[in-house]
Nanobody, 122 residues
């Protein structure tokens, strides 16, 4: 079994910074693409950023130039550095990953974390 655990959320003033972490634990043979998504109250979940195992990154237009996604493959952890935060960044942030486990024919399975709240005050 695999778990994704997000941490690092909190309350910050506009213009401030936060760094989110997503740690994968359990039966892990390989982690492919990892992404961050967010969901504001009353809105659908939306894509924020993603990183492939080799380091290729992709960002939503709304966060380009402000957010940076990175990963530590040795620690099965992905980070989201968020700078110049705006009130509209307020949401629950979720980690998503494609993970292959030992003993499963190495097929990749998609997992979600439980989410971490980010609140940006104006």
């Amino acid at each position: 079994q695999v778990q994704l655990v997000e941490s690092g959320g909190g309350l910050v003033q506009a213009g401030g910074s936060l760094t989110l972490s997503c740690a994968a634990t359990g039966n892990i043979a390989s982690i492919s693409t990892v992404g961050w998504y967010r969901q504001a109250t009353g809105k659908p979940r939306e894509f924020v950023a993603a990183i492939k195992r080799g380091g290729t990154t992709n960002y939503a237009d709304s966060v380009k130039g402000r957010f940076t996604i990175s990963r530590d493959n040795a620690k099965n952890t992905v980070f989201l550095q968020m700078n110049s935060l705006k009130p509209e960044d307020t949401a629950v942030y979720y980690c998503n990953a494609d993970v292959a486990s030992y003993g499963s024919s190495r097929a990749f399975v998609n997992y979600w974390g439980q989410g971490t709240q980010v609140t940006v005050s104006s």
